[in-house]
Structures are given as C-alpha cells and as structure tokens.
C-alpha cells in the first residue's frame, strides 16, 4: 500500500476533455512558454494607448471560466465584434485543476481578442503548481493601474488554496489618496460579504472600500448574479458576475462619477 502510495504521488496525471479533445497532463509542470509570459505588463502597455475623448466609456467583466472554453471563445468572439468595449478584466478561476495546460488554452483564447486584458487571480487558480504559473504567466497578484481618471484595483483576495489572509494592508494604502479620480473600481475573486472569510475579515474588507469611496467592486467566485446598490446612499456598490458556465459576462458603463452595468446572455 505504501509503495503503491509513492507511486501515485510521484506520477500522478489528469486526463481532461475539452473542445472535443483529450490532453493528459502533470500536475506538477509549471514552465510558462517564453512568449505567454509577463501578459499583464504587455497588456497594461496596450491600455496605455487607448485615447477616450469623454469621461464615458465601457469595459466587459469575465469571470469563472475552469473548463468552459467553448463558452469563453463565444464570449470574446462577441466582444470582439463591439466598439464600445475598450477593455477586459477577467474575474479568476482561469483554470480548474491549475494545470498548465489549462492556463495556456486560456492564454491562445484570450491572444484572440482584440482589446487588452488584465486579470485577478482565483482560488481554482491556487491549486497544484497554480500560483506559479500565473506569477510567469501573468504578474503580480495584486496590482493597479490609471485610466481616463479612473483608478483599477486588482486585489488578490484568496485565503483558503493560498494558505494566506489577503493583504489588507496593501489594500488600504493603494486607496488612499484617491480623491483627484472620477471613480475607483476594486476587482477581487471572491466578493467581501463571502463566508469565506471570517467576520472580522469581512469587516474590515469592507471598511476598507468604504472608508476609501471605493464606487464599485466586481467579483466572480459565486457563479450567479448579485448586486447591491450603495449609489443612492454614497456607499460601495458590490456586483457579482455569473461563471461561464453559460456564455455570460458583464459591461461596466463608466459615464463621469456615476455607472451603469448590464449582464450580456448570449
């Protein structure tokens, strides 16, 4: 029993189906293709370029994808044929298992898209040898960046596959001082009010957001649709956008200091 044990420690594989095909991959593999690596700081380059005459625009939210691929293509096909979408942020969960292989057909997917992308990472993207992939593969974890007088948080949120608490602190001081933007948008995996996290966590998430006029924070994790309003009182409006399960994704309609979204069902 022990050697067989050893056996399947030192050898284990995952057979996956997807687009019609089998692919059998380790766990353990974890070498990013040299031309799939750094796709944050190409893409944040790309967004650079992006000129807006009007504090108007839009960007997509996606989130969840783990093995639905063929959901992804249809997805990104249709923002591809909008002029209005300028960016993508992508919600966490590239990848179901963490296996490289997943990462990388995420990876060809999205190089199909003609607007750049950023993304978070989430906590299916923590299994295996995940973190490492997406630190070759993408970037930093947490991160921000600038655009039309709008601040972007993009925070790693995960606790339990990270065997860590989020940075809180890095959070806090990442949003201090934003009083000269329009608006500031958080993007996390996992939204605030999850029980994910304990209360005091929770609670000072939230605090954090709130004592920081944070307009809007969109998350994955939870596969379905929520929303809570915070405009009418001055507070953070919190979103969820639903998984790919179903070819879904959100448009975030930035107009000056205020927002609007809708949900796309294709």
Not at 16 to 38: G, L
Not at 75 to 86: A, G
Not at 224 to 236: I, T
Not at 252 to 266: A, R
Request: aromatic residues 16%; proline residues 2%; contains cysteine.
């Amino acid at each position: 029993m022990k050697f067989l044990k050893i056996i399947v420690l030192t050898a284990i594989t995952i057979t996956f189906t997807t687009c019609d095909n089998f692919f059998e991959y380790s766990v353990y593999e974890a070498s990013v293709k040299s031309a799939q690596k750094n796709t944050t700081d190409k893409n944040l380059k790309l967004l650079e370029n992006i000129k807006v005459d009007s504090q108007d625009f839009k960007f997509a939210f996606i989130t969840d994808v783990h093995y639905y691929y063929d959901n992804l293509k249809t997805v990104i096909d249709d923002i591809n044929k909008r002029d209005d979408i300028l960016f993508v942020i992508f919600g966490g969960d590239i990848a179901d298992q963490a296996l490289l292989k997943e990462y990388e057909i995420f990876h060809d997917i999205m190089s199909t898209l003609k607007k750049p992308y950023l993304t978070v990472i989430g906590n299916h993207d923590y299994n295996s040898n995940g973190s490492i992939i997406y630190k070759e593969m993408f970037g930093d974890y947490n991160y921000s960046f600038e655009f039309n007088n709008n601040k972007f948080v993009l925070f790693d949120d995960i606790i339990w596959e990270s065997n860590k608490d989020p940075d809180f602190d890095w959070l806090s001081l990442e949003l201090s001082d934003n009083a000269k933007f329009n608006q500031v948008f958080v993007f996390a995996h996992i939204p605030p009010s999850s029980t994910d996290f304990s209360d005091e966590m929770r609670e000072t998430y939230k605090s954090i957001m709130t004592d920081n006029n944070v307009s809007l924070s969109v998350n994955g994790h939870n596969h379905s649709f929520f929303y809570e309003d915070g405009k009418a009182d001055g507070k953070v409006s919190y979103l969820t956008v639903p998984a790919l399960k179903n070819p879904e994704y959100g448009i975030i309609d930035v107009q000056g200091e205020t927002f609007n979204f809708e949900i796309i069902e294709l």
